[in-house]
């Protein structure tokens, strides 16, 4: 088994997201890589940089920091014999390790803009290793950049950053410096590029600790929340359905939903569902179901507790609000009947005038 470690450079749009192909926002122009073997040697790079073909002109952000010119492509090969090249360079089912999640995401989104096969499995599990250092050096939330990992490895800073080669080495140099914190290297990520089209394709991952569910694409929220493969609590260990102490109840911003249960076998679990958007105004789930801590149990049962003040500040809100207009509706129909009476009392003042006016024949007549 080879790792293959790589970092892509790409450039967007010069002329804004106006001017911008939806189907191609990150044109590759670069791709750099190591291939290190199963004990992490360094045994092979691959290096070449890309003449693109969709935005002919540097956006001035990318030239900000990619050290490439236009002119510096002119003579290098297209994306679909380069890219051909790479997957032929990473062999068969090699496991890739990227700085962040974006470079596999732009290099399948390239691949699809040309028709380009591949032999991804699905679901594509690769490593993360700016996750992977944050869990195992950081608080695990915090996504250092890579120059600040280098420099916090002590790793001898003699190229330049932002140069896919460049990137792909320094990140190898982490992953083989990484001795302490070595079971982490098999904590993988799932890609998400890829969702599942349909029902049967969605799945559901074991990890160790965590067992993490990826659900298909739906219209949006309320469409997702009704399905009971999103919403179905399982225990990770044994899989048996678990006895729910917490139903799921969504969190401050609406995009995450927790739910706190009990495994008779293994004590108390915890679901935590994240919803994602797709690449429309679709959205699709993320769930992990993991046992839980008594600080976790604690933390849920706050989040409760302030979803319900939320929801009782906001039922007072609707209550004042109504209160409010029934209270604007009355006083506009009090206007109106005053209006009225006014008119009333005007016209019959009207009709009465010709009574009170002098009538009859005129004078003189
Ligand atoms: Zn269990």
């Known amino acids: 088994m080879n790792y293959i470690v790589f970092d892509l450079e790409w450039n967007q749009s010069p002329g804004g997201r106006f001017r911008e192909n939806p189907k191609i926002p990150f044109e590759i122009l670069e791709i750099g890589a190591v291939k290190l073997n199963g004990r992490r040697k360094m045994v092979d790079e691959f290096h070449e940089t890309i003449k693109p073909l969709v935005y002919t002109r540097m956006n001035r952000y990318t030239q900000k920091v990619v050290h490439m010119d236009m002119k510096d492509l002119k003579d290098s090969r297209t994306f679909t014999p380069v890219a051909k090249s790479f997957l032929k360079w990473c062999g068969r089912n090699p496991v890739f390790v990227t700085w962040g999640p974006s470079d596999l995401f732009e290099l399948q989104r390239n691949l699809e803009y040309y028709h380009i096969e591949h032999r991804f499995p699905q679901p594509f599990l690769y490593i993360d290793l700016q996750k992977i250092y944050s869990l195992g050096y950081l608080d695990g939330k915090k996504r250092p950049a890579l120059h600040e990992a280098v420099e916090a490895m002590e790793i001898p800073q003699d190229r330049p950053f932002h140069a896919a080669f460049d990137d792909a080495w320094y990140t190898a140099q982490i992953m083989q410096k990484m001795e302490g914190i070595k079971p982490l290297l098999g904590y993988k990520s799932v890609d998400y590029y890829r969702l599942p089209e349909k029902k049967e394709e969605e799945f559901t991952l074991n990890f160790k600790t965590y067992s993490k569910f990826v659900s298909m694409l739906y219209p949006d929220k309320d469409a997702a929340m009704k399905e009971a493969s999103v919403t179905d609590l399982r225990c990770n260990r044994c899989g048996k359905p678990l006895e729910i102490k917490i139903d799921w109840f969504s ?28 690449p429309g105004e679709e959205v699709y789930v993320v769930k992990t179901i993991k046992a839980a801590t008594e600080e976790d149990v604690q933390d849920i049962e706050e989040r409760k507790h302030q979803a319900q003040e939320r929801r009782h500040k906001r039922a007072e809100k609707e209550k004042a609000r109504r209160k409010a207009k029934k209270a604007a509706l009355a006083e506009e129909k009090k206007l109106q009947q005053k209006a009225r009476i006014s008119q009333q009392k005007a016209r019959r003042s009207r009709t009465k005038k010709p009574d009170t006016s002098p009538k009859g024949p005129k004078k003189g007549d």
């Open 251 to 278: 969190g401050a911003g609406g995009t995450m939903y927790y739910a706190l249960c009990e495994c008779p076998k293994h004590g108390p679990v915890k679901g935590k569902i994240r919803l994602r958007k797709g």
